[in-house]
């Protein structure tokens, strides 16, 4: 039996931004399962139909964020243990 894996593997581009899954070290980070969790999301459309439920009271003309996209950002932050998602800023530079 051949104990040899995969090095790595793609995901879809984010961005225009190849995405590539490596388990060979470099550059760290604990949050990796959040690219899976992410792809499922956006397959399932999850946030997007959450979303649909919930009325944005917001003026649109000055909104930057879309309710969606913070919804998501939100159950990706609990999902990787940040609860109080205080550190989303932080987590912006996460490798």
């Known amino acids: 039996m051949n104990d040899d894996i995969a090095s790595s593997f793609g995901f879809p581009a984010v961005i225009g931004k190849k995405v590539t899954a ?7 980070t604990s949050d990796g399962g959040v690219l899976l969790l992410a792809q499922a999301e956006r397959a399932m459309g999850i946030c ?24 998501r950002a939100r159950m990706f ?19």
């Open 48 to 71: 997007r139909r959450l979303a649909a439920c919930i009325a944005d009271p917001r003026d649109p003309v000055r909104v930057i964020h879309r309710l969606d996209d913070i919804l």
């Open 77 to 95: 932050a609990i999902a990787c243990g940040y609860e109080d998602a205080d550190d989303l800023d932080a987590l912006r530079d996460d490798p």
């Open 22 to 28: 490596a388990f060979d070290g470099g550059r760290l």
